[in-house]
């Protein structure tokens, strides 16, 4: 930490508290010209502390390492509505049953199957079998709710996605999944 | 009398171009919007859907210029756009029974 000066250390433990955070926001909390930001960002960029991920007209900023190597596949994940309230419900109920995600998302148990499988592939969330139930639970709990939580405030979905998720959804629903279970 | 029925086709000609801009514009949307949920998800069915947006809007360029030019407004131009909408309805028929993958 010794090689940052004062104003680059409190945008990375900003960026730490918050990430997924965009440069307008850095910039109301740091409360300095966009230009000195953008410059300490940089920096914290080329030192590979931070990472940055354009969705849509904003930059999004990461600290280095939180989801190990697969943090693109995983802001991907969260940019998708439904994606968003499954594991919003997760973390809320610990391990609710597919039924009970069915129900609270309300879209068909073939989409939500889906969700779940990509969730499960990105490795956000675990799969645990229960005599004929399966149960969905945060791979790693005691730190992805924190930052889940943090990411889905700060990271979220524009029109544009929302619209071509329901496209998606819209096909989805009209045809079953080959894992289509309770 | 006969210039109120001119006036007249040319309001319904007016309100036909302005259906089919709307028209047009809208399976452009939607191609796009099933680009980029393709792009994001990688699902296969969405190709499907793509692809029958994309020959909509085709189609409808298509017809747009059979109107236009009279050399285009021939029999095969009728075969090629009845084609077109047997291909758009397979295409859909495909993305729905296509599994998810």
Known sequence: ????????????????????????????????????????????????RVVSARHGLYKHYFPVGIFHDNEK????????????????????????????????????????????????????????????????QLHDRKTSSRYITMLIRNYYPNIWDRWSNRLVETFLSLSRSDGDQV | MFSGLLLQTELFDGIESAIQAATGILAILLLALSISAYRRTGLKKIIYAATAFALFAIQLIFESLED??????????????????????????????????
Request: hydrophobic content about 40%.
């Open chain 2, 68 to 101: 236009t030019f009279e050399v285009l407004d021939t029999s095969y131009g009728s075969v090629i756009t009845s084609s077109m909408t047997l291909a758009i309805l397979v295409l859909f028929f495909l993305a729905i029974v296509q599994k998810n993958r």
């Open chain 1, 73 to 136: 596949e995983i802001l991907q994940v969260l940019g998708q509505e439904t994606s968003r309230e499954i594991l919003m419900f997760i973390i809320e109920q610990q391990s609710p049953t597919q039924t009970e995600i069915v129900n609270r998302v309300g879209i068909s148990a073939a989409s939500v199957s889906w969700y779940l499988k990509r969730l499960i592939e990105s490795n956000l969330i675990d799969e645990i079998k229960e005599g004929r139930y399966k149960r969905y």
């Open chain 1, 1 to 48: 930490m010794d090689e940052l000066g004062n104003t680059a250390e409190r945008i990375l433990h900003f960026i730490q508290d918050n990430p997924g955070c965009h440069l307008r926001k850095i910039k109301e909390y740091m409360d300095v010209s966009m230009g000195t930001v953008q410059y300490h960002l940089e920096k914290l960029e080329k030192m590979q």
